[in-house]
């Protein structure tokens, strides 16, 4: 089956540039989302498509993905970015996500 | 909107129902998913359903739960049977949108909480 594998923890200084990879075989062949999640709180989509950004997301979300590696990347990290982050993909007619990873602004 | 209703306690071996009552999207058009969180853990994909008659599951339920959608109110369900500790999560519904292989989550509930214990 196919994994999805995230760092569990990035921490960042407020103002500074955020990046959260995720490592799959061949998932640059695929579609990488990335969904951001404050403590209590559903999953909100942040990135679909690999780059693109849903309506009401900021422009400071950014994504790429190429051979093995999406990244997330946030540029000018706010203290409310702070949250859970997870990637996602669609094989074989399943969704699978990445373990999570807990992104620290400090 | 999504909003997720059933969620509660139940000993292992027992059986839920969760649904789901959907507005602004239609169910009988649409890819619609349970997605688990379980405490303290990431999320975790459950079921899919489309067309009314496909479904998908994850190996850890296949077996187990059962996925479906009621057409005349609107709505997504999830009938869990022999749960087991390891099912007790969070359980969001939400809209699996895209063409091709780009399918992502785009629309969410707030999730119904399943405890397991005896």
């Known amino acids: 089956s196919f994994n999805l594998t995230q760092p569990p923890s990035v921490s960042v200084s407020p103002g500074q540039t955020a990046s959260i990879i995720c490592s799959g075989d061949?998932?640059?062949?695929?579609?990488a989302s990335w969904y951001q999640q404050k403590p209590g709180q559903s999953p909100v989509l942040v990135i679909y498509?690999?780059?693109r950004r849903p309506s009401g997301i900021p422009e400071r979300f950014s994504g790429s993905n190429s051979g093995n590696t999406a990244t997330l990347t946030i540029s000018g990290t706010q203290a409310m970015d702070e949250a859970d982050y997870y990637c996602?993909?669609?094989?074989?007619?399943?969704?699978?996500f990445g373990g999570g990873t807990k992104l620290a602004v400090l | 909107q999504l909003v997720e209703s059933g969620g509660g306690s139940v000993q292992p071996g027992g059986s839920l129902r969760l649904s789901c009552a959907v507005s602004?999207?239609?169910?009988?058009?649409?890819?619609m998913s349970w997605v688990r969180q379980a405490p303290g853990k990431g999320l975790e994909w459950v079921s899919l359903?489309?067309?009314?008659?496909?479904?998908y599951y994850a190996d850890s339920v296949k077996g187990r739960f059962t996925i479906s959608t009621d057409t005349s109110k609107n709505s997504l369900h999830l009938q869990m049977n022999s749960l087991r500790a390891d099912d007790a999560a969070v359980y969001f519904c939400?809209?699996?949108?895209?063409?091709?292989?780009?399918?992502?989550?785009?629309?969410w509930g707030q999730g119904a909480t399943v405890s397991v214990s005896s």
């Open positions: 939400a809209r699996l949108y895209g063409s091709g292989s780009d399918k992502h989550l785009d629309v």
């Open positions: 602004g999207l239609t169910v009988s058009t649409n890819y």
């Open positions: 359903i489309y067309s009314g008659s496909n479904t």
């Open positions: 061949n998932l640059g062949d695929k579609f």
């Open positions: 498509r690999d780059s």
């Open positions: 996602q993909a669609w094989d074989s007619r399943a969704v699978v």
